[in-house]
């Protein structure tokens, strides 16, 4: 019985942390639609001599969804010990073993534990593709290629 429940657990912190990435993704599309957008309508529109800062503004654009990602990022990994922790005991069989189990349901506790308000930060290589893309395209246009006024 008590087993089931801690089976249970897992598969519930498992799903959970599946999840985040499909959330991942929507993030990652969003920024590369936005960005990408907003690059392109700065070259159909004639915007004239604010042309520059517009692509700027453009390129820029996918630096919150990137900052996002990793916040994002970083409350995924926050599930990862907790998972860790039942599938060395549980799936060893220690805890499940003659009845005798000595186990602790703790996912919200855990996850408090784990998770560092600003362990973003080190998310962000991790998380770069394809934001760095978008902003790197946007600097590259202004540089290279500006708009005409």
């Known amino acids: ?9 897992y598969e519930l912190l498992y799903q959970t942390y599946e999840s985040f990435n499909g959330f991942a993704l929507t993030i ?6 936005v960005g990408l957008a907003a690059i392109f309508a700065v070259y159909f ?21 990137w900052i996002l990602d990793a916040i994002w990022k970083s409350h995924q990994k926050a599930f990862l010990p907790r998972l860790e922790v039942l599938e060395r005991s549980t799936f060893s069989g220690k805890d499940c073993k003659d009845g005798a189990v000595s186990h602790s349901f703790d996912i919200v506790g855990s996850w408090d534990k784990t998770h560092d308000w600003f362990g973003w930060i080190t998310t962000l290589p991790i998380t770069a593709f394809p934001h760095v893309f978008v902003i790197l395209l946007g600097v590259y246009l202004v540089i290279k290629h500006p708009p005409k006024a």
Do not use: H
């Open 28 to 33: 990652k599309g969003w920024s590369v639609t």
């Open 1 to 9: 019985m008590i087993c089931d429940l801690i089976w249970n657990e």
């Open 45 to 65: 529109e004639k915007l004239g001599a604010s042309g520059k800062a517009v692509l700027w503004g453009a390129a820029l654009s996918s630096l919150p969804f």
